[in-house]
């Protein structure tokens, strides 16, 4: 008798240990295909960073500097409306920037130029490396979670090119006319170092764009049901509070109008986001009333 249950304790185990070890090859077979995919992503990334290398005189002039010359877009545009409505001021029209841009370092320019082609080589393969990460996702879905994400990689891509251009053509064109024309004593001359300069319009860009994904994120964070209209209309003080921090956070200058400016599309954006989870969550109701009424 004792035999017969020692025979079936180990069948029972060895039974278990067949499964534990194909759960475990199959999150390694898992590993395998997301690095397959990362790997991709990568070399999509490599190959639009070694583009911009190709064209890094004009990046760099017309891109990278645009916002420290007085004919940038945004300054042309300011002055455009200062013509048109005389009551925002003369100040309002940019025709001078001032500060220097200096390098402090041996191997600072070789620098600049490698962390600006890597920086535009990331922004053009964004698009890539989403359609990546949602063809190592879609095998998992339903047909129908397939169909309500199906544009997950245009609107995800779309959010964090509008935020690029937003963060870019504001954002950094206002906080480098702010700080480059902030002065405190006369004594002290404006001079910034290239590592600081890029450092600045890389955080402001690439910064805005993450942060302009918000509605994908409560799209999701709605599909797993982790998030609900009436929570995010419950806490819109709260965020209120938390995207006037973020906008602090993000905009170097001290001044209220560059922040405001920096929040303005976030207060936007979190009220799609309410949209959005409402939409998700009609949706839901939707499809359980008509499994009861089967």
Known sequence: MSDTKEKSSLLKAIG????????????????????????????????????????NEEIL???????KKPDFWTYRMMCKLAENFPSLGKDMCITKINGEIINTEMAGQFNLQLNVCVMCGIVLGFPYLLWEIWRFVKPALHEKERKSASGFVFFASLLFIIGILFGYFIICALSINFLTGYTVSSEIKNTFTIDSYVSSISTLTLGTGIIFELPIIIFILSKLGLMTPKFMRASRRYAVVIILIIAAIVTPTPDILTMLTVAAPLFLLYELSIFVSAYIEKKKKKAETAFYAK
Do not use: C, Q, W
């Open 16 to 55: 278990n240990k067949g499964t534990n070890l194909e759960a475990e090859m199959s999150f390694f077979d898992h590993l395998d295909v997301l690095r397959k995919h990362l790997i991709r992503a990568a070399i999509a990334i490599a190959v639009f960073t070694g583009i911009a290398f190709y064209f």
């Open 61 to 67: 002039d017309k891109i990278i500097f645009g916002p």
